[in-house]
């Protein structure tokens, strides 16, 4: 069992940043792919941003390619998710997760863990 505590979230205005941490107890995410997603209210949870095991191979969603890096320390057991020049869309619940596959996916069913979220809420 992998458990998953993310932390970081706020209030912030837009054009802010903020840098999400999601620290992970139980087991070494270093055989886990990781993951960040959001769910704003009435809508699906959504793929925010991938990093692989080794953290060599990242992927991004669209909306926050550019403005958002993923990354990960191994041996801190922890990944992170800095989130540069916020728009008030950026609002959501964020999630982190944890996915047994070498590199990280898309798709909310190939993870295994999820953390119960951070608040991240940017105002305009």
């Known amino acids: 069992q992998v458990q998953l505590v993310e932390s970081g979230g706020g209030l912030v205005q837009a054009g802010g940043s903020l840098r999400l941490s999601c620290a992970a107890s139980?087991?070494?995410?270093?055989?886990?792919?990781m993951g960040w997603f959001r769910q704003a209210p009435g809508k699906e949870r959504e793929f925010v941003a991938a990093?692989?095991?080794?953290?060599?191979?990242?992927d991004y969603a669209d909306s926050v390619k550019g403005r958002f890096t993923i990354s990960r320390d191994n041996s801190k057991n922890t990944v992170y998710l800095q989130m540069n020049s916020l728009k008030p869309e950026d609002t959501a619940v964020y999630y982190c997760?944890?996915?047994?596959?070498?590199?990280?996916?898309?798709?909310?069913?190939?993870?295994?863990?999820w953390g119960q979220g951070t608040q991240v809420t940017v105002s305009s």
């Open positions: 990093i692989s095991r080794g953290g060599g191979i990242k």
């Open positions: 997760a944890a996915g047994s596959g070498p590199h990280g996916s898309r798709r909310l069913s190939q993870y295994d863990y």
């Open positions: 139980g087991r070494t995410i270093s055989n886990y792919a």
